[in-house]
């Protein structure tokens, strides 16, 4: 069916041509009536008309829910009949359609006017619906099959982004796309991720570089070249994984308050910094003096400044080894390292935490943590600016870390794990960070707190791992029997279920905790989750592919890490993968190996089968780290940034 040139817009043609033996004789015995000039043919020409005695080329008028228009044969062509369509919307669409059969009326019984009537009446079924209706529905069903596809395919493309260690596509061996290196012997730090560009510190600039090329989107210069910035990326997360903002967050030294700085106001207090906030497109939204010293500012989680200070007063003499009263700050490291597992120091300084709008410095909120001398005691060690160990003191250095909407600090006697509204996740009675404590945020909501963080440890010490279910406010919802694994990478699908080690079996919970099923597999590292799929490392370093929802085995492979010399004998301790990637359909490890772990291996496999995809080894690499940005590999080292794809 094709426009009719020259016509309405509503009006179709249908060009109807006679099949077979009789393509070329209407009439059924013989060649086509040659062309007429006349609605009439040439009188006396009895071959040339039909029984009613009107010519088979003569015009006729045909009447199809609307359509008056005539229907008349080309000059010169063989017997086609062309039927312009015009939608009448006066017409009845339900009345049957009318016929002229000719001037005089009669009606007309032959072949000729039988196969006119059967063609009327099949454009005329197609116009009542009968089969439009049908094809208009199929078109539709498809059009919304696409669409729901368009959209199902852009929100699994953003979850993939945001995902720790999703990569967009993974189908074939990492190569170095673009490389940005850093001058000087200051290294290039990696400060967060804004709106899928990559954030990073060089000197006094703050660089937005695109993942995808390593081209440059913009650059903002900070006051002083020793700037830190953040939220910055987690090292401490088996998954290296940036954290994503919506500002960064730069915090400069520029030096003292002058000569009217009050004398009874702390030393910290007597410094200057400024603080410096940059927005996604590189605009510096706020640069303002905060009365402080550098060290105790730090970026924080949502666009926020956290600000620390001691307080307090704490008691800083205690009877030293002969006997004497003398001043804790005063006692060497190796008096203060020398403890019989009691605390050393029992009383110190509490820190006062505050979060406050970067931007503007108002308060979000601020606590106190109290000082606790079980804390590990190396924390009150004081640092000499070439790194040597030069004494203790009970105000020292404090250190922070943001994952995600999570907040960690730590100093002298200080070891507090908090959310980004400052409630507390940890608890008196849970064992110190730096003896495997840890809290992990969930894709899904809420946090797990883990007392022993490494699942090969479980059960060392006579303790048995037990983690726990917090909720966004840290509030506890469910006791977890079991260590909780760490999923390096994922897709964004599947993270209503999290996966524990207990005893010797790989335990699945829902998101309340509640046990789905369990499988006598020794895991030591969640290497990847997609949607369906866990794929998890034993601690014989075999590689197990399991159906998320029920456990079951979909594939092992004991060979996949053969050839590859590691430092460890026994015990695939998660440090052995050094990263994990997937795109959904592959899982890559990256495992550090050779003598001096300078080799680095990738293994690409099928996740739904374990089938080997690809490998490949790259040789004498300084030390550095695999992340995914944004959907994008980079490897980043003190010196440098490697974009691969």
Not at 235 to 247: E, G, P, T, V, Y
Not at 497 to 517: I, P
Not at 542 to 561: K, P
């Amino acid at each position: 069916m094709a426009r009719r040139r020259g016509g309405d817009s509503d009006a179709y043609t249908f060009d109807l041509e006679p099949e077979g033996p009789e393509a070329d004789d209407p009439a059924g015995g013989g060649t086509g009536a040659p062309a007429n000039d006349s609605a009439d043919g040439p009188a006396g020409d009895p071959a040339a008309t039909g029984r009613s005695g009107r010519p088979w080329r003569s015009s006729r008028r045909v009447r199809a829910r609307g359509s008056t228009r005539v229907v008349a044969a080309r000059g010169g062509q063989s017997s086609t009949l062309l039927i312009d369509l015009d939608p009448d919307p006066d017409l009845d669409a339900d009345a049957e359609p009318p016929f002229d059969d000719g001037p005089d009326g009669a009606g007309g019984d032959g072949p000729r006017d039988g196969g006119l009537r059967v063609a009327a009446r099949r454009v005329h079924d197609v116009l009542r619906g009968r089969r439009l209706v049908a094809v208009v529905v199929v078109a539709a069903l498809a059009l919304t099959a696409l669409v729901v596809d368009t959209v199902g395919d852009r929100g699994r493309l953003e979850a993939l982004r945001a995902a720790p260690g999703g990569v967009l596509d993974l189908v074939d061996q990492p190569r170095e796309l673009w490389r940005v290196g850093a001058e000087g012997d200051l290294p290039g730090g990696l400060a967060g991720v804004l709106d899928g560009v990559v954030a990073v510190q060089h000197r006094d600039r703050l660089l937005g570089i695109d993942p995808a090329d390593g081209e440059r989107r913009w650059s903002a210069r900070l006051p002083d070249a020793a700037s830190g910035c953040g939220p910055g990326m987690d090292l401490w997360s088996r998954s290296f994984q940036m954290a994503s903002a919506d500002q960064i967050v730069c915090v400069s030294a520029t030096g003292g308050s002058g000569g009217d700085a009050d004398p009874d106001v702390e030393a910290d207090t007597r410094e200057r910094s400024t603080v410096t906030v940059v927005d996604a497109d590189g605009t510096v939204l706020a640069s303002r003096t905060v009365m402080a010293s550098h060290t105790m500012l730090f970026p924080g989680p949502d666009g926020g400044l956290v600000v620390v200070r001691w307080v307090g007063e704490a008691r800083t003499d205690e009877p030293g080894r002969d006997g004497a009263e003398r001043g804790l700050e005063r006692l060497s490291v190796e008096e203060l390292m020398a403890g019989d597992g009691g605390p050393v120091i029992e009383d110190g300084y509490d820190l006062q935490v505050r979060l406050e709008d970067a931007a503007t410095g108002e308060e979000r909120w601020s606590r106190t943590v109290p000082f606790d001398g079980t804390v590990d005691p190396s924390l009150c060690v004081r640092w000499s600016d070439d790194g040597a160990v030069s004494g203790v003191e009970l105000r020292g250095g404090v250190q922070t870390l943001v994952r995600q909407d999570l907040l960690w600090v730590a100093g002298c006697g200080i070891d507090a794990w908090l959310t980004g509204d400052g409630d507390r996740l940890d608890r008196t009675d849970d064992p110190t960070t730096f003896e495997g404590f840890a809290v992990w945020p969930l894709g899904s909501g809420g946090f797990v707190a883990q007392e022993e963080a490494d699942p090969a440890a479980a059960g060392q010490d006579g303790r048995e791992p037990v983690a726990r279910l917090l909720g966004p406010d840290g509030e506890r919802r469910h006791a977890l029997d079991g260590s909780y694994l760490v999923p390096m990478s994922g897709d964004g699908g599947g993270q209503d279920v999290q996966l524990l080690r207990r005893d010797d079996a790989v335990v699945a919970v829902d998101a309340d905790g509640e046990d789905l099923w369990s499988r006598d597999l020794e895991a030591a590292a969640f290497a990847a989750r997609t949607s369906q799929v866990a794929v998890v490392v034993d601690e014989d370093r075999a590689v197990h592919g399991l159906d998320l929802a029920t456990g079951e085995e979909l594939w092992s492979r004991e060979d996949l890490l053969d050839g590859i010399e590691t430092a460890y004998s026994r015990g695939f301790s998660p440090e052995v993968v050094d990263a994990a990637f997937t795109d959904g359909r592959a899982a890559v490890l990256v495992v550090a190996g050779g003598p001096q772990a300078d080799q680095v291996h990738w293994l690409a496999v099928d996740v739904t089968t374990g089938e080997d995809l690809w490998t490949e080894r790259t040789d004498g690499q300084e030390w550095g780290v695999h992340l995914a940005v944004d959907g994008h590999l980079l490897r980043w080292t003190p010196t440098e940034i490697v974009g691969l794809g």
